[in-house]
């Protein structure tokens, strides 16, 4: 399934045709798609192909298209505080986009059939936390992933918010999906060919909604004997932060939306954990870590005229933004390769390695980056 949008050249390209496709509709999606790059999940020989409306699959690593997770995200309706449970976790990707809007008091577990992808997940999870700007730049509630069939899971497990189901849903296991629901909680599903969308109204009624036609593996049934017990696949357990852990989540949230204008005055200070705060006055793109990128400049040209061997164009740019292309084409000339993109400055790390601390508390409120 996919291909319903166009190929872009990096992970913003694939971002905009998303939203030029409508799939992307609100800006919380958007913010979430933007901080974390597709190509960080595939395997090295094949990122060619990350940008892509299309799955991916070797061996027991998956990704659905990106048009499906899109669809995804913006049925759960997220908002921070929520518990989400990923069904078929994969990846990890679609849960770490998930962990951006949920902020630090949600609740972000998986469940995966395979080893390997688990541990393949946490390998990219590890990544992002330690080298991505993005983990900065939002307050992240970090995904626990465990082995297990998710038609195995225990009868009296928690009940969660928001539920995602990455692999097709035979009907009759409709019903046992709707019960992993508090009520009010979402559901999204692939079920009879079609991505589902069932909100738990009360304790025994549903509104259900049919999104898209889709294509997904169903779901691997359970193997054991008839004699034999069924094998119980228990969630991740849900663990009360310490006070440490809720210091640190603190301190970083209060260095994020404070900024110094220059005049000693604190700027942006809230009193919510909400997703991107303070980013505008800190000077950062409001989606996350956007990277300064050369576009083809689209312009209506009344007349075109030759002289010098120079085509000049009417009724297009202004002269300020021509003189900068000219600039940039001088220097592309004169190094012999085109402009580089430009990472943005990271303020939250800047503003934490200022501090008059010690080395080993700053690199706790780094979250343990490594140096």
Same mark, same amino acid.
């Given at each position: ?15 905009? =045709? ?6 992307? @509709? ?22 060619? #192909? ?11 690593? %998956?990704? *659905?298209?990106? $048009? ?39 609740? #972000?577990?998986?469940?995966?059939? %395979? ?28 995904? *626990? ?13 928690? %009940? ?18 709707? =019960?992993?629901? /508090? ?8 079920? !009879? !060919? ?9 304790? *025994? ?65 809230? *009193? ?12 950062? %793109?409001?989606?996350?870590? @956007? ?9 209506? $040209? #009344? ?25 940039? !084409? !001088?220097?592309? /000339? ?5 402009? @580089? ?7 939250? @790390? ?22």
């Amino acid at each position: 399934m996919g291909g319903a949008v166009s190929a872009g050249e990096d992970n913003d390209d694939l971002i905009d =045709n998303l939203k030029e496709a409508y799939y992307i @509709r609100t800006d919380l999606v958007e913010r979430a798609f933007r901080a974390i790059d597709r190509a960080d999940y595939y395997l090295d020989e094949y990122r060619d #192909n990350a940008y892509k409306d299309l799955a991916w699959r070797h061996g027991n690593i %998956h990704l *659905s298209a990106p $048009c499906i997770y899109s669809e995804v995200m913006e049925a759960l309706e997220l908002h921070p505080g929520l518990s989400f449970l990923n069904l078929g976790s994969g990846t990890g990707y679609l849960s770490t986009m998930v962990g951006l809007i949920l902020g630090p008091f949600g609740v #972000n577990h998986g469940i995966e059939l %395979h080893a390997d992808v688990i541990e393949y997940a946490y390998q990219k999870l590890d990544s992002f936390i330690k080298t991505s700007d993005s983990f900065d730049k939002f307050e992240f509630c970090e995904p *626990s992933f465990v082995v297990g069939n998710c038609l195995e899971i225990p009868p009296e497990s928690r %009940h969660y918010d928001r539920v995602y189901c990455g692999a097709g849903v035979q009907k009759e296991h409709e019903e046992y999906m709707k =019960n992993l629901l /508090k009520v009010g909680g979402i559901l999204v599903m692939p079920l !009879e !060919e079609k991505l589902t969308k069932i909100v738990r109204t009360g304790l *025994s009624s549903w509104e259900t909604k049919k999104i898209i036609s889709v294509s997904f593996a169903p779901l691997v049934l359970p193997k054991h004997s008839p004699k034999s017990k069924p094998k119980m696949a228990p969630l991740p357990k849900y663990e009360v932060r310490t006070l440490q852990e809720l210091a640190r989540i603190c301190i970083r949230h209060t260095l994020r939306v404070t900024t110094d204008g220059g005049d000693g005055q604190a700027r942006g200070r809230g *009193s919510s954990f909400s997703v991107g705060r303070g980013l505008a006055a800190a000077g950062l %793109h409001k989606y996350g870590p @956007r990277f300064k990128r050369r576009r083809v400049h689209r312009r209506h $040209c #009344n007349t075109l005229m030759l002289a010098t061997r120079q085509v000049v164009a009417g009724g297009g740019m202004a002269p300020e933004a021509e003189e900068r292309d000219e600039e940039e !084409e !001088e220097e592309e /000339k004169e190094t012999g390769e085109l402009l @580089r993109p430009q990472p943005a400055v990271n303020i939250l @790390r800047e503003r934490i390695l200022g501090l008059p601390l010690p080395e080993p508390l700053k690199m706790y409120l780094l979250y343990y980056r490594e140096k």
